[in-house]
């Protein structure tokens, strides 16, 4: 395995950018809105990692890819849309959060779900004053950013794996091989089943009217909202 981030033009066909430092795999990418910089985390953990085992999270120059940040942290994590706060959890159940440039700590939200898991996944808000969580306790949370208190918590029934926002009241999660839309008042219905295997990452388009979501067999599916 090549262990290596790539950037590329779609248009030319050609890698522009290769950004290396880590030592094993890499979590889907989060990249800041200019353009200017990709923060990933290292996956390669133990089969049963420990707390002070946690993956690290790297911070690369995207023009140069060169890499200047590594505050520490684990393999779910998100960055909000300023890019001036990142959030990284793991199978301690620890949320921490820090600058993403600087990697100073910003605070750090315990969850108590580290006998279960920990957080799987992690998402900020279009204002990126709330974070959601996709935790291994088969729970969705919601906490505000400041005050790092929980405000919203929803039941994910095959344990979500993946989630993400769809405007400012409405989360989409995987959980198994169910898409499950869930709106802040609790109310939730299924909006897709996987051809296959379960669902372990999800995005979704621009224009807020597609799902777009990858499975453990490998295959990618398309979602319409």
């Not at 890698?15 to 290396?20: A, P, Q, S, T, W």
């Not at 290292?42 to 790297?58: F, H, L």
């Not at 940040?69 to 921490?96: E, K, L, Q, Y």
Request: proline fraction near 4%; hydrophobic fraction near 45%; glycine fraction near 14%.
């Amino acid at each position: 395995m090549d262990r290596a981030l790539w950037m590329w033009s779609e248009a030319q066909g050609r890698i522009l950018v290769e950004m290396r430092g880590q030592s094993g795999t890499m979590s889907v990418p989060a990249i800041s809105p200019d353009g200017r910089f990709v923060a990933a985390a290292d996956d390669d953990t133990p089969a049963r990692p420990q707390p002070d085992r946690a993956a690290p999270v790297y911070v690369w120059d995207a023009m140069k890819g060169e890499r200047f940040t590594n505050p520490g942290g684990m393999a779910a994590f998100a960055v909000n849309h300023a890019w001036t706060i990142a959030a990284a959890g793991g199978t301690d159940g620890v949320v921490r959060l820090f600058d993403p440039g600087t990697g100073k700590p910003l605070g750090k939200i315990a969850t108590g779900t580290a006998a279960s898991g920990g957080v799987g996944a992690l998402a900020f808000d279009a204002t990126g004053r709330r974070l959601a969580g996709a935790l291994a306790d088969h729970t969705v949370r919601v906490w505000d950013v400041t005050d790092q208190k929980e405000i919203a918590r929803h039941p994910a029934g095959g344990g979500a794996a993946a989630v993400a926002w769809m405007g400012a009241d409405t989360l989409i999660a995987a959980a198994g091989n169910e898409l499950i839309l869930i709106g802040m008042d609790g109310k939730a219905r299924t909006l897709g089943t996987a051809s296959g295997g379960d669902f372990k990452y999800l995005s979704v388009a621009r224009n807020g009217m597609q799902v777009r979501a990858a499975t453990s067999t490998g295959d990618a599916e398309i979602f319409s909202v």
